[in-house]
């Protein structure tokens, strides 16, 4: 099992930015696919981005050109950079993990999953 563990989050208005980290163990920056996952009230959880171990990344529609997924193997975090935020965007948010060196799409099956961290309106 993975440990992760999100922050970031706070209280934001619509257009907005903000960065969510993800900070694990170092060995999953390599060999995982690495995702970021949201649930507003209500909602079930959506898939947001996900990044293969080799990089490439693949995003939901919904977030296409304002969220980037990143990640800083040496500093052993996932990052979620947030931009242009919407008010459908404020959620929890939850890092995940599956041991996958292919591709890594936002229906893959994660199985360690971070907290969470949210991330609200301040409207």
């Known amino acids: 099992q993975v440990h992760l563990v999100e922050s970031g989050g706070g209280s934001v208005q619509a257009g907005g930015s903000l960065r969510l980290s993800c900070t694990a163990s170092?060995?999953?920056?390599?060999?995982?696919?690495l995702g970021w996952f949201r649930q507003a009230p209500g909602k079930e959880r959506e898939g947001v981005a996900s990044?293969?171990?080799?990089?490439?990344?693949n995003y939901a529609d919904s977030v296409k050109g304002r969220f980037t997924i990143s990640k800083d193997r040496a500093q052993s975090v996932l990052y979620l950079e947030m931009n242009s935020l919407k008010p459908e965007d404020p959620a929890m948010y939850f890092c995940?993990?599956?041991?996958?060196?292919?591709?890594?799409?936002?229906?893959?099956?994660?199985?360690?999953w971070g907290k969470g961290t949210l991330v609200t309106d301040s409207a």
């Open positions: 995940a993990a599956e041991k996958s060196i292919g591709y890594c799409p936002l229906s893959a099956t994660f199985r360690s």
């Open positions: 990044i293969a171990s080799y990089g490439t990344p």
């Open positions: 170092a060995y999953i920056f390599s060999g995982y696919c």
